[in-house]
């Protein structure tokens, strides 16, 4: 063991590894580097030999210090909230947490609940060419509640038209007629609709009314709603201006 403001283990492996020669007599110790130059001495009380970091000469006095083993290191690496291992030596070394080891503490794998923590995701990024040549070309529907409303804006013009709804069944009848509408008053046709998965935009009777006028169905991904942000954009401004 050695003293420096406090007792601490001696790893006689880490000095062996460091091209160290260690030496034990019988009232004393000594050990060398690899130019056989004396870097600590120590003195024998008792049984054991006590070394005064004071009077060492290296510099590297991370392999007087043993290493934490495996369990330990997950331990207090979990107990302080996932604390990076070089915090949790400097807590260490500077006595800042009670109970808290005097141990070197080294990451010997990953954890798994840090990786999944520092997961991100991907932004969508805007396109800068526009592929939309004219109104109609492309609608974007979203129904929110608790009282249904139905929102249909239009990429092109970003016109929004916004129908109120007894029940979440009306999107269906309402969906329909509109694109009748449109198609009359604007001697345009609707190309491709994007919404979500929900079953008032995905059912069968939508799918065969859009298959007869040649109109493409574009789903957002499941749980992504970023993709169909134009409709969810409209729906928050709603929303807040209803506050």
């Given amino acids: 063991m050695f003293e420096k403001q406090s007792k601490k283990n001696l790893s006689i492996s880490q000095l062996c590894d460091k091209n ?10 000594k050990v060398k580097n690899k130019h056989k130059e004396v870097i600590l001495t120590s003195a024998r009380k008792a049984d054991v030999y006590i070394i005064n970091m004071n009077t060492s000469t290296s510099t590297d006095n991370v392999c007087f210090v043993s290493r934490a083993s495996t369990d330990i290191n997950w331990l207090w690496h979990n107990r302080l909230s996932h604390l990076n291992f070089k915090t949790l030596n400097q807590l260490s070394i500077n006595k800042l947490v009670t109970g808290l080891p005097d141990f070197r503490f080294t990451k010997v794998s990953l ?4 990786e999944k923590g520092k997961q991100t995701r991907d932004s969508f990024k805007s396109k800068q060419i526009s592929s939309i040549s004219s109104p109609l070309h492309l609608l974007h529907m979203d129904l929110f509640g608790p009282k249904y409303t139905l929102v249909i804006v239009d990429e092109y013009s970003r016109y929004t038209w916004i129908f109120f709804l007894r029940s979440k069944s009306d999107a269906l009848e309402e969906i329909i007629m509109f694109v ?11 190309r491709s609709i994007r919404s979500n998965h929900g079953t008032e ?8 009314f859009f298959d007869e006028k040649g109109i493409f169905q574009n789903f957002s991904s499941i749980r992504t709603p970023q993709e169909n942000g134009v409709a969810e954009r409209q729906n928050r401004t709603l929303i807040e201006a209803a506050r």
Avoid: D
Wanted: glycine share 0%; charged share 25%; net charge positive.
């Fill in 20 to 29: 160290h020669k260690v030496s034990f007599l019988e009232k004393n110790c």
């Fill in 111 to 114: 954890c798994s609940a840090c």
């Fill in 180 to 190: 009748r509408k449109m198609e009359k008053l604007n001697n345009l046709s609707v």
């Fill in 201 to 208: 935009f995905k059912n069968s009777t939508l799918e065969t």
